[in-house]
Each structure stands twice: as C-alpha cells, then as structure tokens.
C-alpha cells in the first residue's frame, strides 16, 4: 500500500515538523565530511517544510558512536549542521543534545520558517535499542512525523519506528526522498521496461542471494562482475588463482546458476594482477585464472560485451563494482558500466553504498535516472522484505488517483 507523502498534507503552517533525516555521510579521518549527497538528498523535504511556514526538527544518527565521548567527538552533528546550513542558505540550530531540556527549549521558541538540528541519535543508548521511552521523548516534541531516511528504513531504531508508532493521531508520511525512492523500485519490480538488465557485482554473493533471486525473477538478462564472480566460476569448477572467493557459498553459487540459467551472463576475460595492490603487475587472461594471480576487474571482451547489452536495454539496474575500483588502475569495468549506464536512454538505477561512489567519483550520478540513498535498504526493499518502519506511517488516501 502506497504511503501519505508530505504532499498530501496542506496545512503546515506553524507546525513542528519532526523529520527522520539519513545524514549518516561519510567522513574523511579528521572528520569532514568526505560526500553530501545524502545532506543534499533531503532537501527538498526540508526546503518544503521551511516554505510552508513550520518548523523543521531534523533528526540523524552519524557513524558509529561507541559511548566514549572523546572517541564519539568526530560523530557529533556540527559539520553536518553546517553544511545543512550553507546548502539551505538559513542559519540552522545545532543542538548538543538529543533529548532533554536543551532540546525542549529550542522547539518551543522556534520562530516558524526555522531550522533545528538534534545531536546523534545513536549518542542516547536508546535510539538502536528502540526504546520506547526515548522514543516518547522524541515524538512528544513534533506535531507532524516525516520519514525522509531511506537508507535506514531497513532498521527498527526508536527514531524509526517507536517514535512514528508512538505519535498516534498526528501525521505520519513520507518525505520527497523515500516517496521518490519507492516509486523507482516498485516501478522496478512490478513493471520494468524491457529488455531489463540486471548488472551485479561487488564484494560477495552471500550478501546478495535474496537480491538476486528477486532480480532473477524479474530481469531478462543479469551480467555479473566484481569478486562475486569468483564463486561462480569455482561453482563451476573453473580455476580461479587467487581471487577473492567464498569457498562456503559454491552451493548457493551453484543454485543461482541454475535459477538463472539463460540469463547469467559470466565475465569471458580479466584483468588479474600478482598481488592487491595498484602497483601490481598485471595481464589480460580469458577463461580460467592462472595460479598465483588475482582478478581484480573484468576484461576489455566482457566490458565492450556488457556495453553493448546496456545499450540495447530499456531498463538497468546496477549494485556491486565490476572490480576492486578504488585502486585507479582496476576501475576500467566499473566506469564503463557507469559510461554504458549514463550514456544509453534507458531508465537506469544504481544502488549500494559503494557502486554508488563509484558513479558519483566518475561524476556520471546525474546522468542516471536515479541513484538510491540506500545500500542495505536498497537491497533488502528488491528482496521484498517489509520495511516495519514504513508500515506505522499514514496509508495514501485511496481517493486519491
Ligand atoms: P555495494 O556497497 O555497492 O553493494 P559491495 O559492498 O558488495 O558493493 O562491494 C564493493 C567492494 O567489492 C568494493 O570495495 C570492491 O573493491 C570490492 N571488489 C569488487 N571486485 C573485486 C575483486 N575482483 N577483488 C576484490 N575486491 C573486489
Ligand atoms: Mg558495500
């Protein structure tokens, strides 16, 4: 069932709009804040808030916080303040705490049209507990609850379902963000334009089986890349040096290919190098990998191969590297994925924390039809399993067309 999105609520006018943002961004080792595009991601729903007269409490987990307060300083919410405020162009309230006295103050002496921000969620020992009297904390200072955080609607923390669950009565929707989101993946998975190619890479498959056994059921073709590629070519029996391998899965491996047979399409050359590192020597092989070696991307057969495949799609949808992309010289399959991608008129849908770095390194995500905001959410929503903190908000008004 669809949801209420903040565009079917009218009247905001002097409301305090509680908003569940994702600004869990990545931080470089000081601190800074290595990528935005989640910060970015929100503002529309926040612009809207601000537009229609409320007051707009924005509230995140960053990082990782392990309850040391010295060690936690680099996952406080001050540089995320910040540059919520100079992409807002309005000054935004930082608060230092997530609940409390602090926080009471501030929304209640919150001239309309202004912006607060609360500290880490994940600060309050109850947040990933989904304790419900933290959480009655939170909802007792918002009128109106938004859930704008897809890249954890996969998650049952307080600020995610307790506190939406809790604020019976009042609104509960979704923010621009994930209502954009849920479009582009039901479209994805009840009516694909066709052909539909699937692209999977990355890391491993053990982290991916439900995803690709969806897709499989959908998809007409699924060209596979990256390490997980290894498994199925052991699977097979096929050697494979070297590379990255989950010895444990070979039965599941065996399973998908047999799921997918017709449709899993194997990488026919590779790019290994004697060692992991971007120093490495390294030679094209096609077929099996010689001992000793490691494959680190695909080949340039299995990339024009691939290209030519996207190009002749309607719809693609793409999560995992083709290889280990980060070291410059095995990033070749990856960025001509993104070039394939950005380059056809199909629609085209990227998905996983890292493969969206990736297109976003290459500066290509704004030739895709979407990026998603989500890893683990992006996989486990194509999986199917129900998003619990989806399910306590406010069901779309079936009036409506
Ligand atoms: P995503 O986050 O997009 O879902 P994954 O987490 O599954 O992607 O995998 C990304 C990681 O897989 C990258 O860090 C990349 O270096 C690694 N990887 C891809 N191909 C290879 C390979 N052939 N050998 C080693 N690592 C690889
Ligand atoms: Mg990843």
């Given at each position: 069932m669809a949801k209420k999105t903040?565009?079917?609520?009218?009247d905001l006018s002097g409301k305090r709009v509680l908003i569940r943002v994702d600004f869990n961004v990545p931080l470089n080792?000081?601190?800074?804040?290595?990528?935005d595009r989640r910060i970015r991601a929100a503002l529309p729903t926040i612009r809207h808030v601000l537009d229609a007269g409320a007051v707009a409490i924005c509230m995140s987990h960053l990082g990782r916080?392990?309850?040391d307060p010295k060690q936690d300083?680099?996952?406080?919410?001050d540089r995320v303040g910040q540059r919520l405020s100079e992409l807002l162009g309005k000054p935004v309230k930082k608060l230092?705490?997530?609940?409390g006295p602090e926080v009471t103050a501030a929304v209640q002496t919150a001239s309309p049209g202004s912006v607060i921000l609360l500290e880490n969620?994940?600060?309050?020992?109850?947040e990933q507990k989904g304790d419900e009297a933290f959480a009655a904390e939170l909802a007792k200072i918002g009128d109106v609850y938004v859930n704008d955080a897809f890249g954890t609607c996969h998650r049952t923390d307080a600020s995610m379902y307790a506190v939406p669950k809790l604020m019976t009565g009042k609104p509960r929707v979704v923010g621009f963000l994930v209502a954009k989101e849920l479009e582009i993946l039901e479209r994805l998975l009840t009516a694909p334009a066709r052909p539909f190619v699937g692209v999977l890479g990355g890391a491993k498959v053990s982290d991916k089986i439900g995803f690709i056994k969806r897709l499989l059921e959908r998809v007409d073709r699924v060209l596979i890349g990256g390490a997980m590629t290894y498994t199925f070519m052991q699977a097979l029996g096929q050697s494979i040096g070297?590379?990255?391998?989950?010895?444990?899965k070979l039965d599941v491996a065996r399973e998908l290919l047999s799921l997918g047979q017709g449709k899993i399409t194997l990488p026919v050359d590779h790019l290994i190098?004697?060692?992991?590192?971007?120093?490495a020597a390294t030679k094209i092989v096609e077929g099996p990998i010689p001992d000793g070696w490691i494959a680190v991307d695909i080949g340039p057969k299995t990339i024009a191969q691939y290209a030519d495949i996207i190009g002749q799609a309607k719809m693609v949808v793409w999560n995992g590297p083709?290889?280990?992309?980060?070291?410059e010289p095995f990033s070749r399959g990856t960025r001509a994925i993104a070039e394939a991608m950005a380059g056809s008129s199909a629609i085209t849908v990227v998905g996983g924390g890292e493969t969206a770095e990736a297109v976003e390194a290459f500066g290509?995500?704004?030739?895709?039809t979407h990026v998603s905001t989500g890893g683990g959410a992006f996989l486990e929503y194509v999986e199917g399993t129900p998003f619990k903190a989806l399910s306590v908000l406010d069901d779309a008004d079936e009036r409506k067309p």
């Amino acid at each position: 069932m669809a949801k209420k999105t903040l565009r079917d609520l009218n009247d905001l006018s002097g409301k305090r709009v509680l908003i569940r943002v994702d600004f869990n961004v990545p931080l470089n080792d000081d601190g800074s804040i290595s990528n935005d595009r989640r910060i970015r991601a929100a503002l529309p729903t926040i612009r809207h808030v601000l537009d229609a007269g409320a007051v707009a409490i924005c509230m995140s987990h960053l990082g990782r916080p392990k309850g040391d307060p010295k060690q936690d300083a680099i996952y406080r919410m001050d540089r995320v303040g910040q540059r919520l405020s100079e992409l807002l162009g309005k000054p935004v309230k930082k608060l230092d705490q997530v609940v409390g006295p602090e926080v009471t103050a501030a929304v209640q002496t919150a001239s309309p049209g202004s912006v607060i921000l609360l500290e880490n969620l994940r600060f309050h020992p109850g947040e990933q507990k989904g304790d419900e009297a933290f959480a009655a904390e939170l909802a007792k200072i918002g009128d109106v609850y938004v859930n704008d955080a897809f890249g954890t609607c996969h998650r049952t923390d307080a600020s995610m379902y307790a506190v939406p669950k809790l604020m019976t009565g009042k609104p509960r929707v979704v923010g621009f963000l994930v209502a954009k989101e849920l479009e582009i993946l039901e479209r994805l998975l009840t009516a694909p334009a066709r052909p539909f190619v699937g692209v999977l890479g990355g890391a491993k498959v053990s982290d991916k089986i439900g995803f690709i056994k969806r897709l499989l059921e959908r998809v007409d073709r699924v060209l596979i890349g990256g390490a997980m590629t290894y498994t199925f070519m052991q699977a097979l029996g096929q050697s494979i040096g070297n590379s990255r391998v989950e010895a444990d899965k070979l039965d599941v491996a065996r399973e998908l290919l047999s799921l997918g047979q017709g449709k899993i399409t194997l990488p026919v050359d590779h790019l290994i190098a004697d060692r992991l590192d971007a120093s490495a020597a390294t030679k094209i092989v096609e077929g099996p990998i010689p001992d000793g070696w490691i494959a680190v991307d695909i080949g340039p057969k299995t990339i024009a191969q691939y290209a030519d495949i996207i190009g002749q799609a309607k719809m693609v949808v793409w999560n995992g590297p083709m290889g280990k992309f980060e070291d410059e010289p095995f990033s070749r399959g990856t960025r001509a994925i993104a070039e394939a991608m950005a380059g056809s008129s199909a629609i085209t849908v990227v998905g996983g924390g890292e493969t969206a770095e990736a297109v976003e390194a290459f500066g290509l995500d704004n030739k895709m039809t979407h990026v998603s905001t989500g890893g683990g959410a992006f996989l486990e929503y194509v999986e199917g399993t129900p998003f619990k903190a989806l399910s306590v908000l406010d069901d779309a008004d079936e009036r409506k067309p």
